[in-house]
């Protein structure tokens, strides 16, 4: 079964810092990997989706990469803000005949020190 | 629109109650899921409906079940729950359940306090 690791569980930065969350997965054979984040009670808010065929995507300050061999995926959060501080979490969905559903990472709360 | 709706936003339930929890999206996705998510935990899956069947349970409970009235909705129905069910109800949607499916998208959720 898929187990997909996040490190750091936690993450405290000052304003204005770059920073680098990282996933890591044990199979593979996945179809694509999507970065969420998710304030304290409330719902995901989908960030990037990144397939297998690719290596980075971009979104605005966000920018994920993937290399599937190795089982790895980091998301890059550039001049962070305040408003950044949430819990990330990354979810891979493997091919079909390999688990064709998503699996969560364990996640990241970052907080960003005004 | 990017949205998917869930009501209620909280729920407070006693074991002996009857109650469901409906999510909704109008985005033409075809697949829609329920996951259950505990606090400082990642959201497990639950159910995965495909073109409004039933694909994917992951060996949840009877007390707790899924319906899917047509592909704009998606309700969990909720019997004899206990405590230990209180959690982040999560509804999602994509395109299509397989790889192909893109992004998931998800619902604010409901807050199920079991009492």
């Known amino acids: 079964k898929q187990e997909v690791t996040q490190i750091p569980a936690a993450l405290s930065v000052p304003e204005g810092e770059n920073l680098v969350l990282n996933c890591s997965f044990t199979d593979s054979a996945i179809y694509n990997l999507q970065w969420f984040r998710q304030d304290p009670g409330k719902g995901l808010t989908s960030l990037l989706l990144i397939q297998s065929s690719q290596r980075e995507q971009t979104s605005g300050r966000l920018n994920a990469s993937l290399d599937k061999s190795s089982g790895r995926s980091t998301l890059y959060i550039a001049a962070s803000q305040p408003g950044d501080s949430a819990t990330y979490l990354c979810a891979v969905r493997g091919e079909p005949g390999a688990g064709n559903q998503f699996y969560f990472g364990t996640g990241t709360s970052l907080t960003v020190i005004p | 629109d990017t949205e998917v709706t869930q009501t209620p936003k909280h729920l407070v339930m006693g074991m002996t109650n009857k109650k469901s929890l409906k999510c909704e999206q109008h985005m033409g996705h075809r697949a829609m899921y329920w996951y259950k998510q505990k606090a400082k935990k990642p959201p497990e899956l639950m159910f995965v409906?495909?073109?409004?069947?039933?694909?994917i349970n992951e060996s949840v409970p009877s007390r707790f079940s899924p319906e899917c009235p047509n592909s704009s909705l998606l309700n969990l129905h909720l019997h004899a729950l206990q405590p230990e069910d209180s959690a982040l109800y999560l509804c999602a949607s994509s395109r299509l359940a397989g790889g192909r499916g893109g992004e998931q998208y998800f619902g604010p959720g409901t807050r199920l306090t079991v009492t």
């Open positions: 409906y495909s073109y409004e069947k039933l694909s």
